[in-house]
Structures are given as C-alpha cells and as structure tokens.
C-alpha cells in the first residue's frame, strides 16, 4: 500500500517525464547496490570474464557473480580435496583479485579504454582465477621455487599450464639507488618489492640487487587484502553486452591497420 503512495506522490511532482525517469533510475540502480552491499558485502558484485584462461569452467562472456571476501572464507584447493568440496567442477575456490594490489579501473578508466586510452599502468583488470593454497612468508611458493615475500594465495587459471606466481619473466636491473630517488614514482607492495606507477613493471629489491619483472603476480602471493571476493554463480555469455563495445574497438583497429 505504501509503495503505491509513493508511486502517486512522485507521479504528482511537477517534473519533466525524462527527470522523473532519470531519478526512477538511480533510485533503482542505487536500492539494488545497497541490496548487494546487505547481501554480498559488495557494491558491484557481477563482473565479466575477459579472457580464456578458466576455460572450460568460466569462458569469455560469461557474467560471475561475486561474494565479497569479509562475508565469506576462502578455500584454497588442498584444503578443499580434504573436504570434498568443489567450485566450477574443481576443488578449491575461484577468487577475483587485484594483481600486485594495483586498484582496479572505474567507470572513467573503462571509458577511457573504450576508445584505446591507457588509465595508466598502475591500474589493472581484476583477475578471475582459482585458488591452489595459502603460503606464509618465507615458505617456498612452489616446489623447489623461492620463497614467499610475504603470506598470500597462490593461485592459477583452469586453462593456464603454470601458477600465477611462475607466469613472467625478469627483464632487466635497476641501479640499487633506483628505488631511493624514485619513491614518488613507485608503490610499495611490501616486503621489497614495488610497482613502476609509469610502466607497471614490478621492481624486486633482493641482497643480490634490483630486478625489474613482469607478469600476471610474478613471484608475488596474492595478498588477503588484494582479494575483492569469491565467485558462487555464472550466467553464461551476458557479458558480452558488456564486452561488445571493446570487441567492435578491437576489431575496427586491425582493420584500420
């Protein structure tokens, strides 16, 4: 009865019909937000998968639906065969993250993007992969690998043949000094290893000297706090309503090459 009240009051303001239809919208847009925020702990729990390193278990277009990381738990995929448990036809959790912590684009970077800007190379697309097992420091990410830098996730894609951890390679050296005269230039992800804001290359400071490298989270655990959340559900191929636009953008490029 009282939604019908409130549906006759904002009928009766003396509003354009496209101003009422704009606020119509952002009350809706905003009362499912704050759903989602009570439900999943998330604003924007749905996301795209953009590439095809889940296959077969998440492939392109298909829209995921996100638990935010504080209302859930995490379980890697050695603990999970002990459980018995599975996620997307394999044990252990699909998690979103962001690699190396760098903040995930918003709405103006997606734009951006849209007509082939950069939004700068210390953003980056969340990555969608699962989870193997939990590391602490100083314990070795992979049999016979390095050790950890600091406690994390190690994780991997269905489809990749290799760990995140194992997928990049090191490109180079910095001077030891690098680090000291350029520090408004980098982040600091911890424990000795920073990201280039200009270039997004990783910068690994070691007794042996500065390396620069590059990958998915080369030699990087995926920290608690760069973990946006757990995937529950799909609905397959949605996403590519949100895909399209960057596929056309694509495509025209090769062509005008």
Partial sequence: MWLMKIGEWFDSLPLPGFVKDIIFVVVVVGGISLLSQLA????TPMVAVESGSMVP????????LVQGAARTEIIPWDLAEKKNYSAFNKPGDVILYRPYGKASPNLLDQLMMLVGLSPGQDKATPIIHRALRYV???EPMWNGGPVAPFSGYITKGDHNEVIDQMA???IGSAN?????THRDEIRDV?????IDKE??????RTKNGTYVGEGISYLTPVKDEWVIGVARAKIPLVGYIRLLPN???????????
């Fill in 190 to 194: 911890g424990n000795d290893i920073f």
């Fill in 199 to 204: 270039t997004g290359l990783v910068i690994y």
């Fill in 168 to 170: 990049g390679q090191i």
């Fill in 247 to 257: 596929i056309i953008y694509d495509e025209a490029r090769k062509i005008a090459g």
């Fill in 176 to 180: 030891l000094s690098y680090i000291e």
């Fill in 40 to 43: 999943l702990g998330l604003w």
């Fill in 136 to 138: 602490k420091e100083g």
């Fill in 57 to 64: 278990n998440l492939n392109i277009g298909d829209i995921i």
